[in-house]
């Protein structure tokens, strides 16, 4: 069986979408699957100076990278130029590969769907669309794009249209499978819950005795309020940055970012224009040591504008889950995260603009560290039941072979 994916980023890339099509493909390489993937010869974070190999194979997956541009991510014109490039050249070195049996497709680029709707149709293939994010419905819903444009009705008729030519969508949370069968309107035969995964083989819990990463931070005893991953305009900042610096004067709480984005130069001139010595402010760090900076937080901060429900669920929350560590989600209560806290008990979610509310239970979970560090051991215990790499894997591998079976038909 022979599997195309399609990840405008991949292994080594730091990026959250980068290390889930990492894992997926090497553990169908596994289950005996002939994979190939197509990625950028970019990084996600356009800092690299050197151009990867163009052809390589890595822990069992052939991949294959195209040189794209790189406008940037500072506004959407940039995304669209960068997007349209990745798809131009991803398009023409998939029609020279043999023809695969099952092309999969995150969201995260624009027109990525579209593009593999194409192959799919050219070269007779299956088509699995794994949407990370709904695009270009975030865009619209952050007011990035005008819906009722002309290029935003063209954006949405291609993306929607090529989502529902798809054999199987699978969404990562119950309010995205709404979304996509209500909204989007795939039939809901064809729209699967595949949650994300915390990757069980490299995370684990570290004792903060034990953690050369925290302890490089100097930080000792004191309570560690951690976000780390992607700083994207769809994770409010303002009211947690106003927190950091109302607790300047607490000197038990210390608050360490770990990561990059749009909203990271914010981030950067808060600090500095508020002389703020409570927070660490650091880049991606290798995958090697993400068990450690996931686990030098004793409390994990997770953010999404409500206006995003059903569009975006962080993976970084599964991270927090692997490492055994409470979570303090500022969202909307319809959202997978929200349920999921509420069905384990792993922490606690408030609305992203109560800043009242998170400054009183950051101070509560500081103060009743062992309770606190229940709702970890809670959140821990539903990881290992749901949400490991073999399981999120392995049902990929179920609905693939599913596919190629023939059981799936996509009608007119």
């Known amino acids: 069986m022979r599997i195309l994916l399609l990840n405008h980023y991949y292994w080594p890339d730091v990026s959250g979408n980068a290390q889930y099509g990492t894992q997926l493909a090497e553990d169908l390489a596994r289950a005996g699957m002939e994979v190939h993937t197509i990625a950028s010869v970019g990084d996600y974070l356009g800092e690299s100076r050197t151009p990867l190999p163009r052809e390589e194979t890595h822990n069992g997956v052939v991949i294959h990278r195209v040189p794209v541009t790189n406008f940037g991510k500072r506004t959407p014109w940039q995304r669209l130029g960068d997007a349209a490039s990745f798809n131009t050249m991803a398009f023409l070195r998939a029609l020279r590969l043999s023809r695969p049996d099952v092309i999969i497709t995150q969201t995260a680029l624009l027109f990525i769907v579209t593009t593999a709707a194409v192959l799919a149709f050219l070269r007779r293939s299956r088509l699995l669309v794994w949407c990370q994010d709904v695009w270009p419905d975030i865009a619209f819903a952050l007011g990035l794009f005008r819906q009722r444009s002309y290029s935003g009705r063209l954006f949405r008729l291609l993306a929607h249209g090529s989502m529902r030519r798809a ?50 931070l100097g930080v000792g005893d004191r309570f560690v309020v951690l976000y780390s991953g992607n700083m994207g305009w769809g994770h409010p900042f303002e009211n947690i940055m106003d927190a950091i610096r109302d607790l300047r004067e607490n000197d038990g709480i210390h608050f360490v970012f770990i990561g990059g984005g749009q909203r990271r130069p914010f981030i950067e001139e808060y600090i500095h224009a508020n002389a703020l010595t409570n927070i660490t402010l650091l880049p991606y760090q290798p995958y090697d040591l993400l068990a450690q900076t996931l686990s030098a937080g004793d409390l994990h901060l997770v953010s999404l504008d409500a206006r995003l429900d059903g569009l975006i669920i962080p993976s970084k929350f599964y991270g927090a889950l692997a490492v055994a560590r409470p979570v303090l989600f500022l969202g909307s209560g319809n959202n997978e995260i929200a349920h999921v806290i509420e069905e384990s008990g792993c922490g606690v979610r408030i609305d992203a603009d109560d800043p009242q509310a998170l400054v009183r239970i950051i101070l509560d979970a500081a103060e009743h560290r062992e309770e606190w560090a229940q709702k970890g051991r809670a959140g821990y215990s539903e990881f290992l039941a749901k949400y490991r790499r073999d399981i999120g894997t392995g049902r990929y591998v179920s609905v693939i072979e599913e596919m190629v079976k023939g059981r799936v038909k996509v009608e007119g």
């Open 167 to 216: 054999d199987r969508v699978a969404a990562i949370g119950r309010c995205m499978a709404r979304y996509l069968t209500n909204g989007v309107r795939i039939p809901a035969d064809r729209v699967v819950l595949h949650p994300n995964w915390g990757d069980s083989r490299d995370l684990a819990p570290v004792a903060h005795n034990d953690n050369s990463f925290r302890q490089g």
